[in-house]
């Protein structure tokens, strides 16, 4: 488990920073796995911004959250915060699939995700937060 530790939100530089620090203290699979994510995730969308949650979860959010980033011992898990509306044709979505909200992909050691699947995801993702967005008079 990394030592690193948020006790409070981080956003900008600070949040890029943890978040670069995470990937490296976990110095595995683990953190290549979450390091390929969030070069998909960043890449998708220029307007896309990091920040750091709940005592160190890495998130990705525009007008909203879009996804977070967790790792555990065995996984490292994308959770998409409105994912049970966000349309999976690729089929990534295999965790969390029984809420009325959420649904994530848990990435395993030798797992590779399809990473236009994944990108589709997250403009999908993008696009619910945009479409719930309160217009501005």
Do not use: H
């Not at 900008?12 to 953190?31: C, H, Q, T």
């Not at 790792?71 to 295999?94: E, I, M, Q, R, W």
């Not at 590779?112 to 990108?119: V, W």
Request: with cysteine.
């Amino acid at each position: 488990m990394p030592k690193t530790k948020a006790t409070k939100p981080l956003s900008g530089n600070d949040a890029a920073r943890f978040i670069d620090a995470k990937i490296a203290e976990l110095g595995d699979w683990r953190g290549e796995a979450l390091s390929r994510a969030r070069t998909i995730i960043m890449n998708t969308d220029p307007d896309i911004t990091e920040t750091v949650k709940w005592r160190g979860v890495p998130v990705w959010e525009r007008s909203g959250i879009i996804c977070t980033g967790e790792t555990y011992k065995n996984k490292v898990k994308l959770t998409f915060a409105k994912g049970a509306s966000v349309d999976d044709p690729k089929s990534l979505f295999n965790a969390s699939l029984e809420g009325n909200a959420r649904r994530a992909i848990d990435i395993f050691e030798d797992d590779q995700p399809d990473e236009e699947a994944l990108a589709e995801l997250i403009r999908a993702a993008t696009g619910l937060n945009e479409k719930k967005k309160p217009s501005s008079r």
